[in-house]
């Protein structure tokens, strides 16, 4: 997930931190404080403050058929070992995950390694056979890499930074930008596996079975998606912050309101009662292997039926609309019919899920 | 500075170390192993296995006048601030140098920021800026990025990754696998600059003047000298590891002897100070503006006429010349005569450089 994930009129202003807190990292309001009070306008530039999840490059190649997208994401996930996954697959699937629901078709990716002194070769090993195993799965190939080692104490085991390019049909234009009221917004599954897995390792909590990660790669499904259906406007993979980052970054890019309903967001009882004990929002937590997709409501049905022939959407939901009103405001209704309006995790709730 | 900058015979085998330690992030022979040991066998493949500073990547756009050049570096430098620039200066100019040296004009370039908490806000933005002014000085486009914050004691201020994409025209074809015997090996300035004054700011050394580093875009220079001469087999930043490791490199990837003369090589008198004081040998030390050209001879002085015409190349030298004597090995002359194998550090001699 790009720091282009995250994106709010930039209400409260940075100069109001002194110092980096874990909020900053979070894929919440701080984020995006700090995404659009320093790195966008620093940086300024038409493709960078497009802020979607690939930039997508016009690149003069003498050929009007493919753009170039390319996304970088930095993986510090704690523990690096976790039901369903590790490092190493999240920060394949991360990355090209970020290309494929630009519609873009992964090719290449780059892989640079922090590693703190005293990291035990074998886990190295295994985090990099589960990434071998990552671009096998994905047709990608590693193609760049780098390592670099600071001293115990200042790093924690291994960080991996993964970038990528891909090629994306010239026909394929996706935005947050295009986002219309009467729009629906569809997820390919079940909400929050990845951060309550991650969750729940980390702290040792006691489940049986633990609640596994949904780390998995999308191309497959966003490719189904963009076959069925034409008037799909945006796919975003909702990692840190969750459904509701991506909702919020829509609708405030977009200019729409978005209207989700509880009753339709589909939860693992399992991640539902481990939220319910941690008092976290299903919404907010991290998926690594969902997407979220706004469509034209004429199509809306079209890419249900493929999400759920598709063995990563089985669980699909339809989970609410794109409205007039409230514009750059994500609500949701609730069991009983009461409206709430949904913001972004003012603090850190889940440091290091990705 | 890639993974792929290393490149030895696996002499050491890596179940020697069952963890990581410093020097496998040394750019010496415990990184050639690791790469060489598990890396590249991991992630087989032929652009990888090429261990360019970039990646090529012939990406069917239609076109065949141009291909893509694609690298990665992760920056971990310690101090963040040091005399002549910065981890921001260093992680755009470290990267946009990889493009540069592989004849590639640097388009567009991605960061990844892992932050420590506590870091102070205005250290960040300082940093930020400097990047800022980096991208405007080598007219790279920052289009991609992504900010993780970890807990305090489980970083070190800022890491920062960038990655970098940009075109390398058909004509060029530039590999570590061209230096044939006869060809002169040049360096475009003196050696050691940019180690030398971080190793000085970290230990605080008192020097009046302090050491400067050279970190500094090489995108002109290079392309002054592929413009000067069409016999170039070869160009490379000597970061991490130095000349030494550049030269160790190239003399293993073309299966050729490289034979330096001690007394050719361009050394600052301040920088050789320092290296008798910490017991260093300057071709072993990073530079991070300095470009290591191997030339057929007819053309050797042509791009040192070049180099030396360029305000980023007045002090370049040829240093030596590839030969067909020990295959795979580099050679020092020193200056009463004496031949000495120059080798890979074994261990880790100055950490965080880069």
Chains 1, 2 share one sequence.
Not at 219 to 226: E, K, N, S, T
Not at 269 to 295: F, M, R, W
Request: glycine content about 10%; overall charge negative.
């Amino acid at each position: 997930m790009p720091a282009n994930n995250n994106r709010a009129a930039c209400a409260i202003p940075i100069p109001r931190y002194q110092h980096v807190v874990l909020a900053h990292g979070g894929g919440g309001q701080l984020t995006a404080d700090l995404v659009h009070g320093l790195f966008v306008p620093a940086f300024s530039n038409e493709v960078l403050s497009q802020l979607e999840d690939q930039a997508t490059l016009n690149i003069p190649l003498g050929s009007a058929q493919w753009r170039l997208a390319f996304t970088t994401d930095a993986f510090t996930v704690c523990p690096v070992f976790f039901p369903g996954g590790d490092i190493g697959r999240l920060a394949v699937f991360g990355t090209v995950n970020d290309l494929a629901v630009g519609g873009a078709v992964p090719l290449y990716i780059s892989a640079a390694f922090i590693l703190e002194e005293g990291l035990p070769l074998t886990d190295l090993e295994r985090v990099v056979q589960s990434m071998r195993e990552a671009c096998v799965e994905t047709s990608v190939q590693l193609v760049a890499g780098d390592t670099k080692v600071v001293e115990r104490g200042k790093g924690d085991q291994v960080f991996i930074t993964t970038s990528g390019v891909g090629l994306v049909p010239e026909t394929v234009r996706l935005s947050i930008h295009n986002a219309k009221p009467g729009d629906r917004v569809i997820v390919s599954g079940t909400l929050g596996d990845h951060g309550i897995a991650v969750m729940v390792a980390r702290h040792g909590l006691d489940f049986d079975p633990p609640p596994q990660s949904d780390a998995a790669p999308v191309i497959d499904l966003c490719r189904a998606v963009l076959s069925a259906a034409t008037a799909v406007r945006v796919m975003r993979d909702p990692t840190r912050g969750g459904v509701a980052a991506t909702c919020i970054e829509l609708a405030e890019a977009s200019q729409v309101g978005v209207e989700l309903e509880e009753e339709m967001l589909p939860v693992r009882p399992s991640v539902h009662a481990v939220c319910e004990i941690l008092g976290v929002e299903p919404l907010h937590i991290a998926n690594e292997g969902k997407v979220v997709a706004i469509v034209g409501p004429e199509e809306a049905d079209a890419v249900l039926r493929t999400m759920r022939a598709h063995p990563l959407g089985r669980d699909a939901a339809l989970i609410g609309k794109v409205v007039e009103e409230h514009r750059g405001m994500v609500t949701v209704r609730s069991r009983i019919g009461g409206h709430r309006i949904l913001l972004r995790p003012a603090g850190e709730q889940l440091p290091r899920i990705c």
